[in-house]
């Protein structure tokens, strides 16, 4: 799976985002999105609440796609970049290099 994350500063106190691969199957947050029914060369649009950005393909093999990655912006430092994060993974947990902070602000 290739996934591009964008980072989303949250509200202060706001748990960061979670997410797992296991084959087709990305998990964020403790909801399972089984990606597999998208077949070779196609797109899949999500419906209703989810974490997706745009659409979802497979090309070679691969299930492109992009999700909004959520951070507690009290733990984090203010600038995070611009560019988003692109990760190849097949499976396991997502880890997401989000700067933090030496010290949180009070």
Avoid at 18 to 30: E, K, M, S
Avoid at 49 to 59: L, N, Q, S, W
């Amino acid at each position: 799976m290739k996934l591009t994350l964008h980072l989303s500063a949250g509200r202060p106190g706001d748990p960061d985002t979670t997410a797992h691969v296991t084959g087709d199957i990305l998990r964020v947050n403790g909801t399972e999105y089984d990606l597999s029914a998208v077949p070779e060369g196609g797109c899949a649009t999500p419906q209703g609440d989810h974490p997706f950005v745009g659409t979802i393909r497979r090309a070679d093999g691969l299930i492109h796609a992009a999700i909004i990655w959520g951070y507690d912006s009290t733990a984090a430092r203010p600038d995070q970049g611009s560019q988003p994060i692109v990760i190849d993974i097949t499976q396991g947990r997502i880890s997401v290099p989000v700067a933090r902070r030496t010290e949180v602000p009070t």
